[in-house]
Nanobody, 116 residues
Framework: EAQLVESGGGLVQPGGSLTLSCVALDFTFSRYDGSWYRRAPGKDHELVASVTTDGGTTSYADSVKGRFTISRDNSKNTMYLQMNLLKPEDTGNYYC?????????WGRGTQVTVSS
């Protein structure tokens, strides 16, 4: 069964950094664009960043531009989100997402908490 598994979340102080990873299992990750979403408490899902199949084109929410970097390593079936200069408002559950044709594939998420 196709799955996405996130890791790398945790508690970090404001101004700190974290790198999230998302491993794709049982499907050919390199065929699809990938994205990271987040859900803050009491808010809707927010698209954070996206990357094309070859990693050549990326896009970001205005709220994270200049601080977050999305990347992928297709040889490892893995997508990353490097997060720098973290702010308390970055707190939330972070999910990776791939749309495979008509199928939405979501990971279960990894929690990021930014607090002093």
């Amino acid at each position: 069964e196709a799955q996405l598994v996130e890791s790398g979340g945790g508690l970090v102080q404001p101004g700190g950094s974290l790198t999230l990873s998302c491993v794709a299992l049982d499907f050919t990750f390199s065929r699809y664009d990938g994205s990271w979403y987040r859900r803050a408490p009491g808010k809707d899902h927010e698209l954070v960043a996206s990357v094309t199949t070859d990693g050549g084109t990326t896009s970001y929410a205005d709220s994270v531009k200049g601080r977050f970097t999305i990347s992928r390593d297709n040889s490892k079936n893995t997508m990353y989100l490097q997060m720098n200069l973290l702010k308390p408002e970055d707190t939330g559950n972070y999910y990776c997402y791939v749309r495979r044709g008509l199928i939405d594939t979501w990971g279960r998420g990894t929690q990021v908490t930014v607090s002093s």
